[in-house]
């Protein structure tokens, strides 16, 4: 409990960018108590781990750029509360499972990045997703797999799915 204190202290009035840090470990679900938080800034450190579901509760946050890092497991459906998120990089970790769908509620959502991960399911295209493009789901330098695979799309209502399967870069269907 002391050391969250100190760590809310330390965002509160001296808020400084954590990334490139050196910071090892895992992230604990206390980190998500930090209510007045507003950018959480842990990109390329030696991070790992599940990302903490009580991260959802840090409903000030503006930006999460946890890239880089060595986060597994999946991406939490509790960011789906992060009402005021604009940005959100989650890109060359481990993660796995699917982009939740949730997530189309985040309408102030900027920058949404999980290319390099081995993420598979639908990519969402309401909302924000609407305007991302493929190359911020998928590996920017090796994209050559969109040339020669076929990617299905289904009408369902108001959205469309593409059924998808990335691993570090290789598009599968």
Do not use: W
Request: with cysteine; aromatic share 14%; charged share 20%.
């Amino acid at each position: 409990m002391i050391m969250l204190f100190y760590f809310q202290l330390f965002f509160f009035f001296n808020f400084r960018d954590l990334g490139n840090s050196n910071i090892s470990g895992t992230l604990g679900p206390e980190l998500g108590e930090l209510r007045h938080l507003k950018y959480l800034e842990l990109y390329r450190n030696d991070i790992g781990g599940k990302i903490p579901k009580e991260l959802g509760n840090l409903k000030n946050l503006v930006s999460m750029d946890m890239y880089g890092n060595r986060f597994e497991g999946e991406i939490p459906k509790s960011f789906a509360k992060l009402k005021s998120l604009r940005f959100l990089r989650l890109n060359n970790n481990k993660l796995s499972g699917s982009i939740p769908r949730e997530l189309t509620t985040l309408k102030d959502l900027k920058v949404f990045d999980v290319s390099n991960n081995d993420l598979c399911g639908t990519i969402p295209v309401d909302g924000p997703f609407t305007s991302f493009p493929m190359e911020r789901y998928l590996d920017p330098v090796n994209t050559t797999c969109l040339a020669c695979s076929f990617l299905e799309l289904l009408g369902h209502g108001s959205y469309f799915l593409v059924i998808y399967c990335i691993s570090y870069g290789q598009l599968n269907i």
